[in-house]
């Protein structure tokens, strides 16, 4: 069973910045992973398919790459909605997470 | 646009049961299959159980195998998921999603808003 790995596990930047958070498989999953964001109280929402896709009405500052076993969800300029917590997905298996937080 | 809402949540003691449905409105006519997802309190995201829509084809997660049964009714556009025998550990938010893709990549595109089991004497 294939295991994800998300770093850091919070991390604290201003609004304006560039987020990086990454994701690593215990195995090569060529680009079959998709990024979650989840805000406080809510359901999480699909950010990113099959690593570099964005999903319907996600804006332009988030962004994915990679493939194999390493892969990164990047987002350009941080804005205050986006501090939330974010997982990667592969099939039945979610990461642990990476929580956002404002500096 | 698809939407899910979830119901049938709420306070059981260890050992009983409960019935959770989700209900989808709107573009349902390409969804192929559905899972259940679940997130304990302040914890990540764990996947349940799917389902396709056909019912032809369900799958569990190892901890609730025997225990959970997930079905669907199309002609409802409905999602449920049985749960007996009901452990404390089985306290979560549990969301109804639907899935795209196929059996190497798939992914989650829409989720419900979530209904709340807890599970305690």
């Known amino acids: 069973e294939i295991v994800l790995t998300q770093s850091p596990a919070t991390l604290s930047l201003s609004p304006g910045e560039r987020a990086t958070l990454s994701c690593r498989a215990s195995?090569?999953?060529?680009?079959?992973l998709a990024w979650y964001q989840q805000r406080r109280g809510q359901a999480p929402r699909l950010l990113i398919h099959?690593?570099?896709n964005r999903a319907t009405g996600i804006p332009v500052r988030f962004s994915g790459s990679g493939s194999g076993t390493d892969f990164t969800l990047t987002i350009s300029s941080l804005e205050p909605e986006d501090f939330a917590v974010y997982y990667c997905?592969?099939?039945?298996?979610f990461g642990q997470g990476t929580r956002l937080e404002i500096k | 646009e698809v939407q899910l809402v979830e119901s049938g949540g709420g306070l059981v003691q260890p050992g009983e049961s409960l019935r959770l449905s989700c209900v989808a409105s709107?573009?349902?006519?390409?969804?192929?299959?559905m899972s259940w997802v679940r997130q304990a309190p302040g914890k990540g995201l764990e996947w349940v159980a799917n389902?396709?829509?056909?019912?032809?084809?369900?799958f569990y997660v190892d901890s609730v195998k025997g225990r959970f049964t997930i079905s669907e009714d199309s002609a409802k556009s409905s999602l449920y998921l049985q749960m007996n025998s009901l452990r404390a550990e089985d306290t979560a938010v549990y969301y109804c999603?639907?899935?795209?893709?196929?059996?190497?990549?798939?992914?989650?595109?829409?989720w419900g808003q979530g209904t709340l089991v807890t599970v305690s004497s």
């Open positions: 999603a639907t899935e795209t893709g196929n059996s190497n990549s798939y992914y989650f595109d829409n």
């Open positions: 709107g573009f349902t006519f390409n969804i192929n299959w």
């Open positions: 389902i396709q829509r056909d019912g032809s084809a369900g």
């Open positions: 195995q090569s999953i060529n680009t079959y």
């Open positions: 099959d690593a570099s």
């Open positions: 997905q592969q099939r039945k298996t």
